[in-house]
């Protein structure tokens, strides 16, 4: 819930024992879960109702003191309200909308779907989520998977397949064609949303030095973005920034602001205590 962290499962159907099975299989991968919020689907109540019956059982067997340490708080938001639900419901569309674009009404098999949707839950998890001013030689952001692994989700090297017709390739090459479309659409449309859109008749703040920035690169492979340190500025004759220097993993190059998705401001970085709430 703070790092928006992505975990996908594929399931056979919407009954209570299929999510059950696919809850043992998330706590068995990520660990015990302390509270879990969801909508208050039928699925959703009956395996509520399933699980509540097992720790019961669990109760009789003299683990009272191992279900208190371990135990899970299940929290139905309200009903007719997914708004409420907006952070993980965001999650999902941005798994789904992209998903359903690139297979349309092609046919899979199950092993297929499930690959497909681990390399999915990859990317999701690949995004940078806040910077490090910091630590200027190693790492520029902080991603999920850093949390989820200690070090940043990194696909295998593939060859772009994009532009392959599909009856062409094999099914296993099939399925990494699809992630690749997924990800040029899914990391556009992520690039995007954190450009901010302001009139030409607002002032905006200019990018500054030091500053830690996505920049906006067509045909990276999947899981790698482009992160950059501002190392210099090449102002106008309007004192308006528009063309920086930057430093990346590659080297220094140069681009316009347009292409530049700043993470956060280093004023802000700077104004939240390490409990991660305001000065």
């Not at 419901?89 to 798994?95: F, G, M, Q, R």
């Not at 190693?138 to 949390?147: E, N, Q, W």
């Not at 500025?233 to 930057?246: C, I, Q, S, Y």
Request: glycine content about 6%; hydrophobic content about 40%.
């Amino acid at each position: 819930m703070v790092i928006k962290a992505v975990h996908i499962e594929v399931v056979d159907d919407l009954s209570a024992q299929v999510f059950s099975d696919a809850f043992t299989r998330f706590v068995s991968r990520r660990g015990a879960c302390r509270d879990l919020y969801s909508d208050d689907g039928t699925a959703f109540v009956g395996a509520n109702r399933l699980l509540k019956e097992d720790l019961a059982a669990w109760q009789g067997e003299n683990n009272k003191r191992s279900l208190a340490d371990s135990g899970t708080r299940w929290h139905f938001i309200t009903p007719s309200a997914s708004h409420q639900g907006g952070l993980w419901e965001a999650a999902v569309k941005s798994a789904k909308h992209n998903l359903t674009r690139c297979v349309g009404t092609q046919v899979m098999w199950y092993s297929q779907l499930q690959t497909l949707a681990v390399r999915i839950e990859a990317c999701l998890n690949s995004r940078p989520i806040t910077p490090l001013y910091d630590d200027p030689e190693v790492k520029l952001a902080l991603t999920p998977g850093d949390f989820l692994i200690g070090s940043p989700l990194l696909a295998v090297p593939e060859p772009d397949i994009k532009h392959i017709p599909s009856n062409r390739l094999k099914q296993w090459q099939w399925i990494r064609q699809i992630q690749q479309g997924f990800w040029k659409r899914w990391s556009e449309e992520y690039l995007t949303i954190l450009q901010r859109r302001n009139k030409w008749f607002r002032r905006t703040r200019n990018i500054r030095v030091d500053d830690i920035v996505l920049v906006k690169q067509e045909n990276l492979p999947p899981t790698h973005w482009c992160r950059g340190r501002v190392t210099a500025l090449h102002p106008g004759a309007d004192e308006v920034v528009r063309n920086v220097t930057l430093r990346t993993a590659r080297g220094y190059m140069k681009r316009a602001i347009q292409k530049l998705c700043l993470l956060i401001e280093k004023e802000d970085f700077e104004s939240i205590d390490s409990t991660g709430q305001d000065v």
